[in-house]
């Protein structure tokens, strides 16, 4: 048995002040002392019988050391960035070279729970059924990364615990106050993601990569990509979420509901590999794999390069979901405190939509239905419903044809990486700046059953002569006057832009200040193209190339946007106060976007769309004041107020709640009334820490003004299609209240910490949002009676609960979800209903396998993994919205609007890890 031994002589110096801080082996001997690593980097250590060098912690650090003591050279690295280090930590020792002593239950490093703010160290065994190879002993000390104010961190712990490539979003889902939708379990489905923080949607939220800006996160947007394509979920450390509206540094001009950093994982220093191979229900084939070079050289130069690939077919129709990625991420240190990093992402999406559905549908038809894509017979049945032959069971449907698409896809590539300095230009003073680009080219397709107007005839093969929608270049009938066109969108985005910013301390004052310049140019095409006219024809590849495929022009835009940003910020803390932390700072924003030239198909849309004008977005000051109290040592309050402004945003004709995207007659007419979106948010909070328990209220009030809505006018009839019958209306003010709550409870950690039971955790949260219209609203001349009515789509209250277990290798989790009814219209008359969904996940993990003592060949790490998704087998409406609301739903307009999006039934996933 090997022999444990608490080191009680090794401890934290007390909490980290901004200067840096140590933590001392022994009286006068410093193993950690001064300020140097803010980088996050890693260092070696010279160790024989006592300590040679010395590492430098710099604040806002947090760091995991492992060191091999009796070996010529030891190696220590930073792992997580924090607030500041816990005031104690004990640490273990093991002999190695004989069999690691497990206590039952006792936590293995890492294992601190999930979300927790605490150090915890432990031993690092190396645990193999045929005995430990190696003849060094280590020692390891762990911290993890402390939290404070609005901001909540999910931890990689948290992000590994789902199936491998599942969108990190959908772990963020967990939290209170937070609600993620998709249509596919695992959350790629980038047309149908759906994110909701604290009433605002996605739209809302700034959205950034290692600082670097990624966009409005949604399906075709504008300035940016979605985070699940520019970095593989595996590669992703960590989300750091500021809840509120006041992160001034943020390259962001949409960050009115708080704002979701991505960080990604540093490259090894270690040369090593990982595999990740993942199986699943519908013929799921998840593989990722991850080289890191290790350290190459004295300088420290180090980089990883990586590969994902997803394959599987659709859950319901036919058709499958395709999607491939490789990242690459390079450091260089230029001295002890200063670096250069690289990265790159190229990726590539071809993905079978499912059908947009209607409430109307869910009742009639449950989760079945879906576009007749890669299904017996698809093409023929999907001509003959254009022609009004419909099957027997969508007899008398009112929107038979809108029920019986051919076809629905999204393809995507883009190129997007950047590089970053991090450069100590004087004591406790740094310069940070990043420079990027971006390329994107999408396409989007429908197959359009409504290429006849009026006068033809029900059940004729082609449209009636002159009655056609589209018209060639000659003025002759449309294409091949066939039922069915391909609606194709071509997308795509260009932009570059760089951050610059300069921080340091004087006195007990953190001073910042930076600048975010961008230029993007963005372009939306719609083209009909020609199917075969009748049901025997073969009909396109949408996946393939349309290269001389005869096709006629929709509608067409251009749009050109400059950004820049600027903030200044002050983090005092008094030194006649411990503990406390009083911020204040101002972001100042000017965006202006021009649509140039616009086109439009005069047949299908006679109007004139906006074109040669331009909106700008200009704020000089947008103030964010908060605080920060720890006291007691495990207590915490604080309080946030800021002001934020969201640009306008930009999309296809009719596209989304973008008012440059409509007729030029239609921006005229509210062109002297437009205003950007803005809002004040206001919130307190508690934090409770303990290793027994752990609490945080959060309550929050948002004064939200000129919310900018889509509004569907029309239902039915193609409408999803032709985007004739959607308008953007200023919707006032909304007003919301709202308070979080969560509680993790692990009593045993305290009562019997040596107990198998010490791991067990049950966290759980309720969430409620009251967020109301502040006045009633017209439209078309109609008044609707909108005030106080809850906002659409997201729920009025939210209950979520998960119960965690972990013992020696094994960990298993099962959580639930409660999401309450939401409304569809404005007006609140039609609802959605209420549902409850649960997962489940088992791993177990091993370290250090080897064929045999005598083959040195193996994994460092083998984690066997099964997952179930929907667990209950629950029948809900996911996305919403996707297409528009209509106000209320007079003649059944709400029920037969095509606007949602259903979630997955149960799906089971099994997966192998490996690290070598």
């Not at 800006?213 to 590669?235: K, V, W």
Request: net charge positive; hydrophobic share 35%; with cysteine.
């Amino acid at each position: 048995m090997a022999r444990q031994k608490a080191f009680s002589n090794v401890k934290w110096g007390g909490a980290l002040p901004q200067q840096g801080g140590t933590v001392q082996t022994s009286p006068g001997r410093s193993l950690l002392h001064g300020c140097a690593n803010r980088l996050r980097d890693e260092f070696t250590l010279h160790l024989r019988d006592r300590v040679r060098g010395a590492i430098k912690i710099c604040a806002g650090t947090a760091t995991t050391l492992t060191f091999s003591l009796g070996a010529p050279q030891v190696k220590a690295g930073g792992n997580h960035s924090g607030k500041e280090w816990p005031a104690a930590a004990s640490l273990g020792k093991r002999l190695a070279g004989k069999r690691p002593a497990h206590r039952k239950g006792a936590r293995q490093p890492g294992q601190a729970g999930e979300g927790g703010g605490r150090t915890h160290a432990a031993t690092h065994p190396h645990k193999h059924s045929h005995g430990v190879y190696g003849g060094t002993e280590s020692l390891k000390i762990g911290a993890s990364r402390r939290v404070s104010g609005d901001a909540v961190v999910v931890g990689h712990r948290l992000l590994e615990a789902q199936v491998p490539g599942t969108n990190p979003l959908k772990a963020l889902g967990l939290l209170p106050g937070v609600e993620f939708q998709s249509d596919d379990p695992l959350g790629l489905d980038v047309y149908s993601n759906q994110l909701y923080m604290h009433g605002f949607t996605q739209s809302e939220i700034g959205m950034t990569l290692d600082g670097l800006p990624l966009g409005e996160p949604g399906f075709r947007t504008y300035n940016g990509l979605a985070p699940s394509e520019a970095i593989s979920a595996e590669n992703v450390d960590r989300l750091d979420v500021t809840r509120g509206a006041g992160d001034e540094k943020a390259a962001s001009t949409s960050n009115l509901g708080g704002t979701i950093n991505y960080v990604g994982s540093a490259p090894q220093n270690r040369r090593g590999d990982r595999l990740e191979q993942v199986f699943g229900s519908n013929a799921l084939f998840h593989t990722f794999t991850r080289f890191d070079s290790g350290k190459l050289n004295e300088s420290g130069t180090k980089f990883y390069v990586s590969y994902m690939r997803n394959d599987t077919d659709k859950w319901k129709g036919g058709g499958g979901q395709f999607m491939q990625q490789v990242n690459a991420r390079l450091v260089q240190p230029l001295t002890s405190e200063s670096r250069f990093t690289a990265f790159f992402d190229w990726d590539e999406m071809a993905f079978t939509n499912y059908q947009d559905y209607t409430p109307t549908w869910m009742g009639r038809f449950g989760r079945r239905l879906d576009n007749y894509f890669h299904t017996g017979h698809g093409w023929r049945k999907a001509y003959e419903s254009a022609m009004g032959h419909f099957p027997a069971n969508m007899a008398g449907l009112p929107d038979a044809k809108d029920a019986a698409y051919y076809d629905s896809t999204a393809s995507n590539q883009n190129l997007f990486g950047g590089g970053q300095f991090d450069i100590k230009v004087a004591d406790r003073t740094f310069w940070k700046s990043s420079f990027y680009g971006h390329s994107q080219n999408g396409r989007g397709t429908y197959s359009n059953p409504y290429a006849c107007g009026a006068g033809t005839a029900a059940g004729a093969a082609t449209c009636a002569p002159g009655t056609s929608t589209l018209i060639q270049q000659d003025g002759s009938g449309g294409l091949n006057n066939g039922r069915i066109f391909e609606q194709v969108r071509h997308p795509s985005t260009e932009r570059f832009g760089g951050l610059t910013s300069v921080d340091g301390y004087l006195g007990h004052h953190h001073l910042e200040g930076g600048v975010w310049y961008e230029y993007s140019v963005y372009d939306s095409y719609a083209y009909a193209y020609q199917q075969p006219n009748s049901p025997e024809g073969r009909p396109l590849n949408p996946f393939g190339t349309l290269h001389g495929t005869p096709r006629e022009t929709l509608w067409g835009e251009n749009y050109t946007t400059n950004t820049v940003t600027a903030h200044v910020s002050d983090t005092w803390r008094p030194q006649w106060v411990r503990g406390l932390a009083l911020h204040g700072g101002f972001k100042s924003m000017w965006v202006n976007s021009r649509i140039g030239d616009a086109t439009n198909g005069t047949r299908r849309f006679p109007a004139t769309l906006a074109n040669h004008v331009s909106l700008t977005s200009a704020y000089a000051f947008l103030p964010h004041f908060s605080g920060d109290y720890h006291f007691l040592r495990n207590h915490e309050v604080w309080f946030d107020a800021s002001e934020n402004a969201h640009a306008y945003s930009l999309c296809g004709f009719n596209s989304c709640a973008s008012p440059l995207a409509v007729t030029q007659q239609a921006f005229n007419n509210v062109r002297g009334s437009l205003k950007p979106e803005t809002d004040w948010t206001y919130s307190l909070g508690y934090r409770y820490s303990h290793p027994a328990a752990q609490l945080d209220l959060y309550l929050y009030r948002t004064n939200f003004r000129n919310r900018l809505q889509q509004i569907t006018t029309g239902t039915g009839g193609g409408n999803m299609l032709n985007q004739a019958g959607a308008v953007v209306r200023n919707m006032g003010g909304v007003t919301m209240n709202g308070v979080d709550a969560a509680l993790t409870l692990k009593p045993f950690a305290l009562w019997a910490p040596d107990s198998p039971l010490a791991t067990l955790a049950l966290f759980n949260s309720v969430s409620g949002n009251h967020a109301t219209y502040d006045r009633d609203m017209s439209s078309g001349g109609v008044v609707y009676h909108t005030r106080g009515k809850q906002v659409v789509a997201y729920p009025e209250f939210m209950y979520k609960a998960r119960l965690s277990w972990s013992n020696g290798g094994f960990s298993a989790w099962v959580d639930g979800q409660y999401y309450s009814r939401r409304s569809y219209d404005y007006v609140g008359d039609y609802k959605i209903p209420a549902y409850w969904i649960s997962d489940l996940g088992i791993s177990y993990t091993m370290d250090d396998v080897f064929i045999s003592p005598s083959v040195p060949f193996g994994a460092r790490k083998l984690i066997f993994s099964f997952n179930v998704y929907n667990l209950n087998n629950a029948r809900y409406a996911s996305t919403m919205g996707q297409n528009g609301f209509t106000m209320d739903n007079r003649g059944g307009a709400a029920a037969m609007n095509q606007s949602i999006l259903l979630g997955a039934p149960r799906q089971f996933f099994g997966s192998v890890r490996a690290q070598f």
